[in-house]
C-alpha cells in the first residue's frame, strides 16, 4: 500500500511561511500527489495537486523532489483562517485499476497571533 | 452549480437498526467514493464508484456495510444491525477522472457528512 507520513502537528505565526513535508516512498508512476485543506466540522477541501517539480496556485506552492518519494506544501504568509488539518493524498493503484485514496494521518497547523 | 450533498445530516439510531446514508455527487462526475472519519483522524476509504461500478469494496469493515449507486449517480451506503462502533462520521467525496494522459489527476470534492450516533 502506498502510505504516507506527515508531521502530526506544525504551529506557526502569521505572516510566516509554513512547509509541511509529506514522505511517500512507494508512490505509482500514474500516481499524483494532492494535498487537502480540512477545518473542523467540515469536508477536506482541495487545495493543490502536482505530478512532478513545481506547482503554484493562488493559495499554495508545491514542490516535488526528482524521485517523488516526498512533497512539500508550502503555503505563504500564513493567517489565523489557515488554521488547519492538512492532508497529503497518493492514490495508490494503475491506470485502470483499482484506486483507493489512502489519507495521511494528516498536519495540524496552528497559526497564533 | 450545486456540489455534494449528503442526507441526513445527523442520524441517530439505536444498536440492531439499519440505516441508509444519501450521496448525492456533483452532476456528471464520474466516480464517487464513501469515507469514515472519527473525530481526530484522517478519512477512511471505504468503498468507490465509477459511474454504477463498485470498483473498489476492500474498505468497508465487515458485511453489515453496503454501497450502491444503481444508476451512477446517486449512491446509498447502508449499514446494517448497526453497532456502537459504527458511530462517525461518514463523507461522501466525487470526481471527475480524468486519464487522458495516462495519470489520475482525480480532485475529490467533498459533501458536508452525515454524522451517525449509534446508542
Given at each position: 500500500?502506498?502510505?504516507?507520513?506527515?508531521?502530526?502537528?506544525?504551529?506557526?505565526?502569521?505572516?510566516?511561511?509554513?512547509?509541511?513535508?509529506?514522505?511517500?516512498?512507494?508512490?505509482?508512476?500514474?500516481?499524483?500527489?494532492?494535498?487537502?485543506?480540512?477545518?473542523?466540522?467540515?469536508?477536506?477541501?482541495?487545495?493543490?495537486?502536482?505530478?512532478?517539480?513545481?506547482?503554484?496556485?493562488?493559495?499554495?506552492?508545491?514542490?516535488?523532489?526528482?524521485?517523488?518519494?516526498?512533497?512539500?506544501?508550502?503555503?505563504?504568509?500564513?493567517?489565523?483562517?489557515?488554521?488547519?488539518?492538512?492532508?497529503?493524498?497518493?492514490?495508490?493503484?494503475?491506470?485502470?485499476?483499482?484506486?483507493?485514496?489512502?489519507?495521511?494521518?494528516?498536519?495540524?497547523?496552528?497559526?497564533?497571533? | 452549480?450545486?456540489?455534494?450533498?449528503?442526507?441526513?445530516?445527523?442520524?441517530?439510531?439505536?444498536?440492531?437498526?439499519?440505516v441508509a446514508l444519501r450521496c448525492d455527487p456533483i452532476s456528471g462526475h464520474v466516480s464517487l467514493y464513501w469515507y469514515r472519519q472519527a473525530l481526530g483522524q484522517g478519512p477512511e476509504f471505504l468503498t468507490y464508484f465509477n459511474y454504477?461500478?463498485?470498483?473498489?469494496?476492500?474498505?468497508?469493515?465487515?458485511?453489515?456495510?453496503?454501497?450502491?449507486?444503481?444508476?451512477?449517480?446517486?449512491?446509498?451506503?447502508?449499514?446494517?444491525?448497526?453497532?456502537?462502533?459504527?458511530?462517525?462520521?461518514?463523507?461522501?467525496?466525487?470526481?471527475?477522472?480524468?486519464?487522458?494522459?495516462?495519470?489520475?489527476?482525480?480532485?475529490?470534492?467533498?459533501?458536508?457528512?452525515?454524522?451517525?450516533?449509534?446508542?
Amino acid at each position: 500500500l502506498a502510505k504516507t507520513t506527515q508531521p502530526i502537528s506544525m504551529d506557526s505565526y502569521e505572516g510566516q511561511e509554513v512547509n509541511i513535508t509529506c514522505s511517500h516512498n512507494n508512490i505509482a508512476t500514474n500516481d499524483y500527489i494532492t494535498w487537502y485543506q480540512q477545518f473542523p466540522s467540515q469536508g477536506p477541501r482541495f487545495i493543490i495537486q502536482g505530478y512532478k517539480t513545481k506547482v503554484t496556485n493562488e493559495v499554495a506552492s508545491l514542490f516535488i523532489p526528482a524521485d517523488r518519494k516526498s512533497s512539500t506544501l508550502s503555503l505563504p504568509r500564513v493567517s489565523l483562517s489557515d488554521t488547519a488539518v492538512y492532508y497529503c493524498l497518493v492514490g495508490e493503484g494503475e491506470t485502470g485499476g483499482s484506486y483507493i485514496p489512502t489519507f495521511g494521518r494528516g498536519t495540524s497547523l496552528i497559526v497564533h497571533p | 452549480g450545486a456540489g455534494v450533498s449528503q442526507s441526513p445530516r445527523y442520524k441517530v439510531t439505536k444498536r440492531g437498526q439499519d440505516v441508509a446514508l444519501r450521496c448525492d455527487p456533483i452532476s456528471g462526475h464520474v466516480s464517487l467514493y464513501w469515507y469514515r472519519q472519527a473525530l481526530g483522524q484522517g478519512p477512511e476509504f471505504l468503498t468507490y464508484f465509477n459511474y454504477e461500478a463498485q470498483q473498489d469494496k476492500s474498505g468497508l469493515p465487515n458485511d453489515r456495510f453496503s454501497a450502491e449507486r444503481p444508476e451512477g449517480s446517486i449512491s446509498t451506503l447502508t449499514i446494517q444491525r448497526t453497532e456502537q462502533r459504527d458511530s462517525a462520521m461518514y463523507r461522501c467525496a466525487s470526481s471527475s477522472y480524468d486519464s487522458g494522459d495516462g495519470s489520475r489527476t482525480d480532485t475529490q470534492y467533498f459533501g458536508p457528512g452525515t454524522r451517525l450516533t449509534v446508542l
